[in-house]
């Protein structure tokens, strides 16, 4: 079993940034590769960016050149640099794990951080 463990979240006004991290435990060697995923009400889950145990990355393109993910290997994290916060990035922030980076396929999922962008 994987736990996966999100902090970070909360309000911020447009132009702000935010950094999510999550805290992966248990059987994490089962796990390649870890990502955000995210859902706005009334809208899909989507990956927003997944990255490899080598530090390969994949984002998507509402996020390019905005966020940044990252990866300590030795302390099981994963963070997610969010800059330039858009009202449409506001959604629950999901952190994954699983396999292949794109497209990532998921088997592990976190319980979810509140990101709200609104003045």
């Known amino acids: 079993q994987v736990q996966l463990v999100e902090s970070g979240g909360g309000l911020v006004q447009p132009g702000g940034s935010l950094r999510l991290s999550c805290a992966a435990s248990?059987?994490?060697?089962?796990?390649?590769?870890m990502g955000w995923y995210r859902q706005a009400p009334g809208k899909q889950r989507e990956l927003v960016a997944a990255i490899t145990s080598g530090g390969s990355t994949n984002y998507a393109d509402s996020v390019k050149g905005r966020f940044t993910i990252s990866r300590d290997n030795a302390k099981n994290t994963v963070h997610l640099q969010m800059n330039s916060l858009k009202p449409e990035d506001t959604a629950v922030y999901i952190c994954?794990?699983?396999?292949?980076?794109?497209?990532?396929?998921?088997?592990?999922w976190g319980q979810g951080t509140q990101v709200t962008v609104s003045s």
């Open positions: 248990g059987t994490i060697f089962s796990i390649n590769v």
């Open positions: 994954a794990g699983g396999r292949n980076l794109a497209p990532m396929i998921p088997g592990y």
